[in-house]
């Protein structure tokens, strides 16, 4: 009897072991040696990965049986591919580096131009909100918007109802889509960030790139991404946003497939059509 519990006990301590997860850790740099922040950083189409901090350093658990690759994804650098069998057997502090974009071609349109906005919110219903805190750093939540002509993007609004977290910063990401719905390309080239004050009132946020963006006819979706804050409260303390009731997407991790939902955010892009 002794022997059969010591072989059960040595077998739940194999399998406990076997199941542990692993931490991984590093820093993101680029080819100057320069942090790499707000990087994405995980597995894709899977919950397991993070975002490098302003300093580009990363933290994240894994399971002991992943042996997928680790990638790495910035929109102005090239990604980086980490294989397993480095990602796993390094017991130091992983210094990932990041290769930049070449210079984009520039785009010009001929032909006929006009003001006009570009907007697929739906109705607004008081009181439907939705919140981030800080356990939702690289949530990524926007809207569906259809473009039937080319246009120049040259502002982008949305709106916060309250926030009390503070330092809370936002990246703004615009999606192409493909036609089958599942293939999301972000079509931005350096990133945007908006910080958000704290305060108890609405406010109306206009992100203006320091660049016109072109985009072509298709679907997109226009996205802001909760990448950095500082709370004394996590379970009080929340960025909260207004609903609107027709399609969008959301994100719950860095790295996870947007998933389709009823609502989305009511951002507004405002520009030129080209004719």
Known sequence: MKRLQLIIW????????????????????????????????????????????????????????????????????????IAPDIYKNSSDTLVITMQSHELEELVVYSGKRKKAKLSNRGIRFAGTVTSLGIDRIGYEIGSIIEVKHPFEVNEIVFYTISNRIENARLSLNIFSIDDSGTIFTN???????????????????????????????????????????????????????????????????????????PVNLGIRINGYEYR
């Open 10 to 81: 040595f077998l739940t301590i194999a399998t406990s072991i076997a199941a542990q997860d692993f931490t991984v850790k590093g820093k993101i740099t680029n080819e100057r040696g320069e942090a790499v922040e707000y990087a994405t950083v995980g597995i894709p189409g899977t919950m397991y990965g993070t975002l490098s901090g302003i300093d580009g350093v990363f933290e994240f658990t894994l399971p002991q049986e992943c042996s997928d690759t680790l990638v790495v994804t910035h929109i102005s650098y090239s990604n980086a591919n």
């Open 187 to 261: 079509i931005m080239h350096h990133p945007v960030y908006i910080e958000i004050p704290v305060g108890d009132r609405k406010r109306e946020h206009k992100v203006l790139p320091d660049k016109s963006i072109f985009i072509e006819p298709g679907n997109y979706y226009v996205a802001v991404k909760f990448v950095d804050g500082k709370s004394n409260d996590p379970k009080k303390e929340h960025l909260l946003f207004p609903l609107y009731l027709k399609s969008g997407y959301i994100r719950n991790s860095a790295v996870e497939n947007p998933e389709k939902i």
